[in-house]
């Protein structure tokens, strides 16, 4: 099994960092015997706010984090970084949760892999 930690940085929108990030955690999830972890902090813990809306066509994060969960990847949101941006728990996207440094930290020591964007 492969243990992947994906570790984002980037805000939702205006790069497309986070977007790929998503897209390449999302394809990595899906594959038996693979292992996925994401760490959002900075301004990526943006990305995991629950009712996003975008204009038609244009790509949804909150679709992508969401797809992300599903396949059985954790989401794990700096709760420091939270509160900088003002962002509350209950505000969160489903199955993302507010994360530590120290669980960040663990995540780091069981990841065979880990990816920054």
């Known amino acids: ?6 570790v984002l940085n980037d805000p939702p929108y205006g790069t ?16 038996e015997g693979e292992e996925v972890r994401m760490f959002l902090m900075g301004d990526a813990a ?22 992300v969960t599903r396949a059985g990847a954790k989401v794990g949101v700096c709760g420091t970084c939270m509160d900088a941006r003002g962002l509350s728990d209950s505000e969160l996207i489903e199955g993302t949760h507010r994360s530590t440094l120290a669980e960040l930290a663990a995540w780091t020591q069981w990841a065979d892999k880990v990816l920054v964007f």
Request: proline share 2%; with cysteine.
């Open 16 to 31: 497309e960092r986070s977007y790929n990030a998503l897209r390449l955690a999302g394809a990595l999830a899906k594959v």
């Open 1 to 6: 099994m492969s243990k992947t930690l994906f």
């Open 46 to 67: 943006s990305c995991a706010k629950s009712g996003q809306k975008v204009p038609q066509g244009f790509y949804n994060i909150q679709l992508m984090i969401d797809r």
